[in-house]
Structure formats: structure tokens, C-alpha cells
Nanobody, 120 residues
Framework: QVQLVESGGGLVQAGGSLRLSCTVS???????LAWYRQDPGKQRELLAV???????DYKGFVKGRFTISRDNAKNTVYLQMNSLKPEDTAVYYC???????????????WGQGTQVTVSS
């Protein structure tokens, strides 16, 4: 089973920045990688994807504020989050999956997530 460990969350004021990291227990170079978030009582929502060739795709509500990147040598994916808003408060998760066409297919493996709290 693949292990994913997210880190970098915390408490930040609105307008601030955080950089999340997710380290994966196996080689990720051939996979697409994604970041999701989940509020209590809500479905987990996809935020950003980076494909194996480095192409990125973002949901509209984070485009221009969040940047996804990857370091295959470290089996790590990052999410740089700028201009944070209180509505960005959630638990953030990474995933290792596949990107076909314009659709991301998540794997069944998830980490514990990292809590991001943005105060107003």
C-alpha cells in the first residue's frame, strides 16, 4: 500500500501564504499528482493536478492563487498557497493517480491530510 504524508498546514491570517508538501512512499515519476481539500460534512474537492510531464490544471477558485509542483527525485508534490481566504480553511490531501484527457482519476490511497486554518 502506498503511504502519503502531508505536511505544512497551520494557522494563517487572511492574505497569508502556506506551502504544503506531500511525500509518497514510492516512485511517482510516471503518475499524475493532485491536491484535494475537504471541509467537515462536505465532499472532498479537487484543487489542482500536475501531470507526469509537468502540465498543471487548476480549479477556477484557486487559479492564480495556488501553484502545484513536483519533485520526482524526492517523491514529493507541493502546493504553494497565496492570498489565502477564510473559505480556504479545510483539511488538505494529496493523491497519486492518472490524468486522461482532462479528467483526473484518483487512486484509493490517501494520507491523513494537513489542516489549514485561515483566520479573518
Amino acid at each position: 500500500q502506498v503511504q502519503l504524508v502531508e505536511s505544512g498546514g497551520g494557522l494563517v491570517q487572511a492574505g497569508g501564504s502556506l506551502r504544503l508538501s506531500c511525500t509518497v512512499s514510492r516512485t511517482i515519476s510516471m503518475n499524475a499528482l493532485a491536491w484535494y481539500r475537504q471541509d467537515p460534512g462536505k465532499q472532498r474537492e479537487l484543487l489542482a493536478v500536475v501531470t507526469s510531464d509537468g502540465t498543471t490544471d487548476y480549479k477556477g477558485f484557486v487559479k492564480g492563487r495556488f501553484t502545484i509542483s513536483r519533485d520526482n527525485a524526492k517523491n514529493t508534490v507541493y502546493l504553494q498557497m497565496n492570498s489565502l481566504k477564510p473559505e480556504d480553511t479545510a483539511v488538505y490531501y494529496c493523491n497519486v493517480g492518472s490524468y486522461i484527457g482532462t479528467y483526473y482519476y484518483p487512486s484509493k490511497d490517501w494520507g491523513q491530510g494537513t489542516q489549514v486554518t485561515v483566520s479573518s
